[in-house]
């Protein structure tokens, strides 16, 4: 299997199916990226498009200093805010959240939709950093790189991010935020 | 320490930390109150989002993908007259693609106009790269195509996602941004047929403002009447980006508008 290093040479060498590989092996995780930063299934889908597009325009102009998918990270992210920006502008009071899980919060999907709506009330800085390590599994070293912030930040914005995101939760579930301390809570 | 070392703490929870950090750490969190009601939070939250189902791709984004690579080589050719400035020339002639819809390879549905990779009936290929920048230079919008597509409201707002879909690209590609932009460029009167009588007959339907460009026109039909479809780009004003793509169906035969639709861009 060839490296995307590998495939973006041979695209820039002329192979226009070598960028068609590129994108398969990596859409599934703009996508999903876009998707949680976002809300709604529409404006993931505009996102994961801009993305490659701007991937493809700009591809000539990719050194490799980073690697491509801290680099696909940091285009996400970009057509991510601009589109949350466009939202703000459009409906400023307007609250973005999807439609209320059912009342059956056993149901695993309804638990999704309440984590995700939940992702959608805390501060947008706070979610890309949450969303990055805890739903991509990305290390905190290339989080700082895709998003030019320094490590301390990015660690910082992340436990924020947790807590807020806790609380949120909490609001979902129809009680306040569950602060009571439990005998278990040391680290292992 | 610091009061609450928030950086510390997220490694805390992903259990990151150095033997020596961490019982310094254990040592703040058993004292503080604030930090382990937010150690407990925090690992709440981890658990949630790490729970999160990964979604697949949806088809229609898949293909919208498949697509962006088809739009490049026409682009790359038109970039490359832009910058070799043959503006004066190439003016004279304009490149249109005439595609004609059929039983064709690649294609998965009716009257996918927009540039292709290949076009059958516009002037014959060349061979050279520069010949190439010569025909396809001068003004390429609105794209037409003719196909034996019959619309109904419904796979209307089919097509108007795809064509959505295709506007993006081409404005993230270089499409004039603005209307001003757009008919600075364009001499649509130089328009070949059969595109400039669908224009004409479009234009007398739908009658738009220097706001409003076409896109894309396609000769098909409408609930079963000969019908041009026709997307427009539009925006607030001559000078502003586009925020709607508008698509008009238009009768062929008296130029009467069928239908009407609009989505922002």
Known sequence: MKTDEELIRGFLGGDRQAFGELV????????????????????????????????????????????????LHRVTMNVCYDILRKRSREQPAED??????????????????????ALLQIPEEFRAVVLMHDALGIPYEEIAEALGAPIGTVKSRLHRGRVALARALGREHGGGSDGSKRADDRAP | ??????????????????????TEIDAHVDSCDVCSEEVALARRAREAVEALTELPVPAGVEWRLRKITATRSFWTTRRAWVATGAAAAAAAIVGVFLVIAGPQEGRDEAGSGGPPATDVGAPAAPSS???????????AYPTYAETDAN???????VRARDLRAEARSALAAGFPESGRRFYRSADLETLPEPAKTALSCVTEAAQPEETTVPFHIEAASFEDEPAYLAAFLQAGSADQSYEHIVLYVVAREECGLLHFSSQPL
């Open chain 1, 24 to 71: 398969e092996r990596h859409q599934r995780r703009v996508y999903n990226l876009s998707y949680r930063m976002l809300g709604r299934p529409e404006d993931a889908a505009d996102a994961t498009q801009d993305v490659f597009v701007a991937c493809l325009r700009k591809l000539s102009g990719f050194r490799g200093t980073s690697s491509f998918p801290t680099w």
């Open chain 1, 96 to 117: 973005a959240l999807p439609e209320p899980a059912g009342a059956d919060h056993a149901d695993a999907a309804a638990v999704g939709v309440d984590v995700q709506r």
């Open chain 2, 1 to 22: 320490m610091t009061e609450h070392p928030d950086e510390l703490l997220a490694a805390y929870v992903d259990g990151t930390l150095d033997p020596s950090e961490r």
């Open chain 2, 129 to 139: 790269g520069a010949e190439e920048a010569t025909i396809l230079a001068g003004f």
């Open chain 2, 151 to 157: 619309y109904n409201p419904s796979s209307l707002g």
